[in-house]
């Protein structure tokens, strides 16, 4: 008879029920996916999300806002050699695409280039009602947007209406988590008589050579990073994305 090997487990009983009790916790913890500026991210930066996620066995993703560009609606000029409106937004679509399939329950913060499209409209007269939803018209019906998000006491929220993060984490007393400032990426504590809140800046996920980021060139280079936080709003840790470990094409190709 044909005897089958002894099983012989790879963890003792106390690392076994260290992971089994952090898989099966309750608490978030988030990944926060910094400004991506659809389609003029970075595609590697997806990698590196899904990366740190696993990393940090996240259950919970928010993006920061800034999700999609929309250049060629912009009030500042648009470059006449761009896309039109009509392709930028077919790609934009498609970059978001790949998101939507390796993150199909992610939370996502309006940003100021989010605001783009309604602004528009309401200075073409045309009431909302005409206006489709984010969902509708990027076929993400499980993405949920808001305009700033509170989880574990700590909010999230664009950083176009906050400021930045330190500003408003000091100011509000509450810990904060902000994107829109491309080139800041940080994280700060401020502590009171009795209690303490952090600043977390996330960085951005955007090439910067793209004519979409042109109107930066010259400026600082953009933080390209992310950030996760962790035991209930207590662990803030903000990553850079290292560019030179992400050289091969993204393992998530455009759809
Ligand atoms: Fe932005």
Not at 71 to 93: C, F, I, Q, R, W
Not at 170 to 191: A, L, N, P
């Amino acid at each position: 008879m044909k005897r089958t090997k002894d099983y012989r487990p790879r963890l003792n009983s106390f690392e076994n029920n260290l992971i089994n009790e952090y898989r099966n916790s309750k608490e978030s913890r988030v990944l926060v996916v910094g400004d991506t500026h659809f389609p003029f991210d970075i595609p590697q930066y997806l990698d590196f999300l899904k990366d740190t996620y696993d990393k940090y066995n996240c259950n919970r993703v928010v993006h920061i806002g800034d999700c999609v560009d929309f250049h060629a609606l912009s009030y500042h000029e648009s470059d006449p050699n761009g896309m039109s409106a009509g392709d930028e937004l077919s790609l934009a679509k498609r970059h978001l695409q790949r998101y939507y399939k390796v993150f199909p329950d992610m939370d996502v913060l309006f940003g100021n280039h989010s605001r783009l499209v309604s602004r528009k409209a309401m200075t073409s007269g045309i009431p909302r009602e005409w206006v489709k939803s984010y969902a509708e018209v990027f076929e993400v019906p499980n993405w949920n947007y808001h305009t700033e998000l509170v989880i574990d006491n700590v909010l999230y929220t664009h950083g176009d209406k906050s400021g930045k993060a330190r500003t408003a984490a000091k100011r509000d007393m509450i810990s904060t988590v902000t994107g829109h400032y491309h080139t800041d990426q940080y994280v700060e504590w401020f502590y009171g008589k009795n209690s303490a809140v952090f600043a977390m800046a996330v960085g951005s996920g955007i090439n910067d050579k793209s004519y979409g980021m042109a109107y930066a060139s010259g400026g600082k280079k953009s933080a390209i990073s992310c950030g996760v936080v962790l035991d209930a709003g207590e662990t803030p840790i903000c990553l850079r994305m290292p560019l030179e470990k992400y050289k091969e094409d993204s393992k998530y190709p455009l759809i």
